[in-house]
């Protein structure tokens, strides 16, 4: 049974870089069935996606956050990760990575427990 | 970006009764509509794919029906434990985008 964690600091300070990481546990990131991505949370906004990547390395970005997002994958130590830049107080948010399956329809099956990041100084 | 919306924003209902809640897209989506679970504290999780393909290991008395802009969920005997927020998802076209949610109570 795949498994999702993420990793990170939970406090990051204004205009600095937030990183997160996601390591898959249970099964392998080199899938071509998989993308694995990272959604936000927060109680004003909701739920956002923010990208996702493929483990050949292809990615897709919401074109709300595209200029300040990298997502990037490690498929050795069976990690994706993110990096958001020049972050401010709107970037305070729950974040969780997740799976998602792609056959032309897609979906998002499983998830990390989530995560909190504080932007704060 | 597609714009999903939920009616009603919240409800509450008794153990045993139907309870069906309503996504719209702003624009066509077929059947790119996904819905999600979340409870407080916990991550979503997928109950129904595709429209109206329940994922597997969840209960047979939720389901899903719709396409094009309108889109239901339904419970058919609410348990206890389906207290919870529910969120419609599209994926016809990226970014994939929530709707604002449904905050089911148990009376």
């Known amino acids: 049974q795949v498994q999702l964690q993420e990793s990170g600091p939970g406090l990051v300070k204004p205009s600095e870089t937030l990183s997160l990481t996601c390591t898959v546990s249970?099964?392998?990131?080199?899938?071509?069935?998989?993308?694995w991505g990272w959604i936000r949370q927060t109680p004003g906004e909701g739920l956002e996606w923010i990208g996702s990547?493929?483990?050949?390395?292809?990615?897709f970005y919401n074109p709300s956050l595209k200029s300040r997002v990298t997502i990037s994958v490690d498929t050795s130590k069976n990690q994706f990760s993110l990096k958001l830049s020049s972050v401010t107080a709107a970037d305070t948010a729950l974040y969780f990575c997740?799976?998602?399956?792609?056959?032309?329809?897609?979906?998002?099956?499983?998830w990390g427990q989530g995560t909190t990041v504080t932007v704060s100084s | 970006d597609i714009q999903m919306t939920h009616s009603p924003f919240s409800l509450s209902a008794s153990v045993g009764d139907r309870v069906t809640i309503t996504c719209r897209a702003s624009?066509?989506?077929?059947?790119?509509l996904n819905w999600y679970q979340q409870k407080p504290g916990k991550a979503p999780k997928l109950l129904i794919y595709?429209?109206?393909n329940l994922q597997i290991g969840v209960p047979s008395r939720f389901s899903g029906s719709g396409s094009g802009t309108d889109f239901t969920l339904t419970i058919s005997s609410l348990q206890p434990e389906d207290s919870a927020t529910y969120y419609c998802q599209q994926s016809y076209t990226m970014p994939w985008t929530f709707g604002q949610g449904t905050k089911v109570e148990i009376k």
């Open positions: 997740a799976r998602r399956f792609e056959n032309g329809y897609s979906h998002m099956d499983v």
């Open positions: 990547i493929h483990y050949s390395g292809s990615t």
């Open positions: 595709t429209a109206s």
């Open positions: 624009q066509s989506i077929r059947t790119y």
């Open positions: 249970g099964g392998s990131i080199s899938s071509s069935s998989y993308y």
